[in-house]
């Protein structure tokens, strides 16, 4: 844990909620804004461990009052869509620049042999295949698009099972004209390319295959090796922070682990 990155997190989160005219209940010891921090807290430091982040910030007086961990958690529940709200209006404030990087990676809710036992996502739609590691996976994929500098801009949860170029057009359509997105030899489509740069005016570059010829631009293949390894960057400490071992009993409850992923992760890699 570090104060230099809890205070400024909780700052301003606090400052958005506080000019969105939110206000806590009256009682409560602990605002607002000091739980979804903890949520933050327990994707960096605790692999979303929420009772460890709540009695090492209780302990080391990082709130300002004392609460329970079941208290903390139903309230976090309550504040899921603030958590979402945030995830959504960091990225928008970064949305800058002409160069983005995209990438998909698993977000399992059990093990494939569970599958058929599972409650919370049923169907074959789920079943997805994780080339990266070679193994079967059943659940959600996460598709994220973030800066040069690692920081998430836009997300995307969509079924395993789904092709990485099924969200790509939504996801490009808030991108500035002109940008360009690099992307893994996944995103290899040349329609879709197409359709994208004429729908939206972004440029989808993914890496090309041995077999195929290389990019119509010079730079593009340039940049492309030089950008391309932050999605990676990206990717290890989301897995550190427990994206592949999330454990929620519902999907609400992991929509609330992923978007504290994400918070985190822009705090984390903001300039």
Same mark, same amino acid.
């Given at each position: 844990m570090d104060a230099n990155w809890i205070i400024p997190a909780f700052v301003m989160i606090d400052t958005l909620?506080?000019?969105?005219?939110?206000?806590s209940d009256p009682r409560a010891q602990v605002p607002d804004s000091a739980i979804v921090t903890v949520?933050?807290?327990?994707?960096?430091?605790?692999?979303?461990?929420?009772?460890?982040?709540?009695?090492?910030?209780?302990?080391?007086?990082?709130?300002?009052?004392?609460?329970?961990?079941?208290?903390?958690?139903r309230r976090l529940h309550a504040l899921r869509d603030w958590l979402a709200f945030i995830a959504v209006t960091v990225g928008e404030l970064l949305t800058q620049g002409?160069?983005?990087?995209?990438?998909?990676?698993?977000?399992?809710?059990?093990?494939?042999?569970?599958?058929?036992?599972?409650?919370?996502?049923?169907?074959?739609?789920?079943?997805?295949?994780?080339?990266a590691k070679n193994e079967q996976c059943f659940g959600w994929r996460l598709h994220l698009i973030g800066t040069p500098q690692g920081?998430? &801009?836009?997300? $995307?949860? +969509?079924?395993? !099972?789904?092709?990485? *170029?099924?969200?790509?057009?939504?996801?490009?359509?808030?991108?500035?004209?002109?940008?360009?997105?690099?992307?893994?030899?996944?995103?290899?489509?040349a329609?879709?390319?197409?359709?994208?740069?004429?729908?939206?005016g972004v440029r989808l570059v993914p890496g090309r295959k041995a077999t195929m010829g290389p990019h119509a631009w010079v730079l593009d293949d340039w940049e492309l090796r030089e950008d391309r390894h932050t999605i990676?960057? &990206?990717?290890? $400490?989301? +897995?550190?922070? !427990?994206?592949?071992? *999330?454990?929620?009993?519902?999907?609400?409850?992991l929509e609330l682990k992923v978007h504290a992923s994400l918070i985190a992760l822009a705090f984390t890699n903001v300039d």
């Open positions: 909620m506080e000019h969105l005219e939110h206000q949520a933050g807290v327990a994707a960096k430091d605790f692999a979303h461990h929420h009772e460890r982040a709540v009695q090492v910030m209780n302990g080391m007086g990082y709130l300002s009052g004392r609460i329970s961990v079941s208290r903390c958690t002409a160069v983005f990087v995209l990438d998909s990676r698993p977000a399992p809710v059990c093990r494939r042999a569970r599958a058929r036992r599972c409650r919370k996502v049923r169907g074959r739609a789920y079943c997805g295949y994780c080339s920081a998430p &801009v836009t997300f $995307q949860r +969509a079924p395993a !099972g789904f092709h990485d *170029l099924t969200p790509i057009h939504q996801l490009a359509f808030a991108r500035p004209e002109g940008a360009r997105l690099f992307g893994d030899k996944a995103y290899n489509a329609a879709d390319e197409q359709t994208i740069q004429a729908e939206t990676e960057t &990206v990717n290890r $400490q989301l +897995a550190k922070m !427990g994206r592949e071992r *999330l454990h929620a009993r519902t999907n609400s409850g």
